[in-house]
């Protein structure tokens, strides 16, 4: 698989458990939860997914031939503002890796949009307290 590729089945496995637009070939619009993707032909399963008319649907599911687009319709994640928050509390031990989606704090703590998923003890704990107040003001803001 070429690197090209490996970008955007990252790029489309980014979308899983998301709010999105998807428009099918024959114009039909459809907005819901993507709950997955199939990477061999790109069909999807849409949660709680509504269509233009309103009407909702608990799953639905599309063949990938007739998905013609599919958009994101949240902001996304600030994770270069998040390390900045980071770096605050953690001088000189904050490596962000944005294009892989995470943040190493002291070599040990992995975080990401999610919060710590590697890491255990103090260390980890204050970086999740970081992370809860830098997702609390976030949704302050908005």
């Not at 899983?16 to 024959?26: C, F, L, R």
């Not at 909702?56 to 902001?75: C, D, F, P, Y």
């Amino acid at each position: 698989m070429s690197l090209a590729q490996r970008k955007f089945f990252t790029e489309v496995a980014a979308l899983a458990d998301k709010h999105v637009t998807v428009v099918t070939t024959t114009g039909k619009k459809f907005t819901g939860t993507l709950l997955g993707i199939n990477p061999d032909n790109l069909s999807l399963c849409i949660a709680d997914a509504k269509d233009e008319a309103g009407k909702v649907s608990h799953r639905i599911l599309l063949n990938g031939s007739v998905v013609a687009q599919i958009s994101s319709t949240e902001k996304p994640f600030d994770l270069a503002s998040l390390a900045s928050r980071l770096e605050k509390v953690f001088p000189t031990m904050v490596k962000l890796y944005e294009d892989k989606g995470f943040i190493w704090v002291m070599d040990k703590v992995k975080l990401t949009e999610r919060g710590v998923v590697e890491g255990s003890g103090p260390a980890a704990e204050r970086v999740q307290r970081v992370y809860d107040l830098f997702m609390s003001d976030a949704k302050t803001q908005a």
